[in-house]
C-alpha cells in the first residue's frame, strides 16, 4: 500500500526546512553566499510557510478525535502564528534598519473552515479554495467593525466551527 501523498508532502516540507537550515546557518564558514538582502528576501516566504503549516495543523486538529491532543495541537498553532506575527515584525524592521514598526502585524491567514464531519468527502477544488479562501468582507456600515472585535469573535485555532 502507498502512502497518502499529504503524508509525502509533510516529509518533503521537513527535508526542505532541513536544506533551508543548511543554507543559513551562521556557523557554517560559507553560508552558501546568501546576501543579507537574500536572508531578507526569504523572511516573507518563512512567514507564509509557517502560517500555512499552522492551517494544516489545524486540519489535522479538527478531524482529531482526542480531545488532548486537539488542545495540545492548538497551543502548537498559537505557538506557530506567534512565531509568524515575530518574523514579519522582523522582516519589517529589517527592510526600514532604524525605524520600528508602528503597529504590531496581522496575520491574514484564516484556517481551514473545514470540519472532522467533511471528512472523508472528496477534496475537490471547490472544497479546497472555500477552507483556505478569505470570508467575504461585507460592505456598508457593517464593514466598519474594528479589526480586534472581529479578531475576539473568530473561532480559535483547533476549535470548530460553529453549527
Known amino acids: 500500500m502507498t502512502q497518502h501523498p499529504a503524508r509525502q508532502l509533510a516529509r518533503m516540507a521537513a527535508d526542505?526546512?532541513?536544506?533551508?537550515?543548511?543554507?543559513t546557518d551562521p556557523a557554517d564558514p560559507f553560508p552558501w553566499e546568501l546576501t543579507e538582502d537574500d536572508h531578507r528576501a526569504i523572511l516573507p516566504h518563512l512567514h507564509h510557510a509557517i502560517a500555512d503549516l499552522a492551517v494544516c495543523?489545524?486540519?489535522?486538529?479538527?478531524a482529531t478525535a482526542d480531545e488532548h491532543a486537539k488542545q495540545q495541537l492548538a497551543e502548537g498553532?498559537?505557538?506557530?502564528?506567534?512565531?509568524?506575527?515575530?518574523?514579519?515584525?522582523a522582516a519589517a524592521t529589517l527592510s526600514s534598519p532604524g525605524k520600528e514598526p508602528d503597529a504590531e502585524p496581522v496575520i491574514t491567514t484564516q484556517p481551514a473552515q473545514l470540519s472532522a464531519a467533511d471528512f472523508p468527502a472528496a477534496m475537490t477544488v471547490d472544497v479546497l479554495q472555500a477552507a483556505t479562501s478569505?470570508?467575504?468582507?461585507?460592505?456598508?456600515?457593517?464593514?466598519?467593525?474594528?479589526?480586534?472585535?472581529?479578531?475576539?469573535?473568530?473561532?480559535?485555532?483547533?476549535?470548530?466551527?460553529?453549527?
Open 16 to 23: 526542505a526546512a532541513g536544506e533551508l537550515r543548511g543554507y
Open 57 to 62: 495543523i489545524d486540519g489535522i486538529a479538527q
Open 77 to 89: 498553532i498559537g505557538r506557530l502564528l506567534s512565531g509568524c506575527a515575530h518574523v514579519s515584525a
Open 134 to 163: 478569505p470570508p467575504m468582507q461585507p460592505s456598508g456600515p457593517s464593514a466598519a467593525i474594528s479589526p480586534a472585535r472581529t479578531r475576539a469573535s473568530s473561532p480559535q485555532p483547533g476549535s470548530s466551527p460553529a453549527r
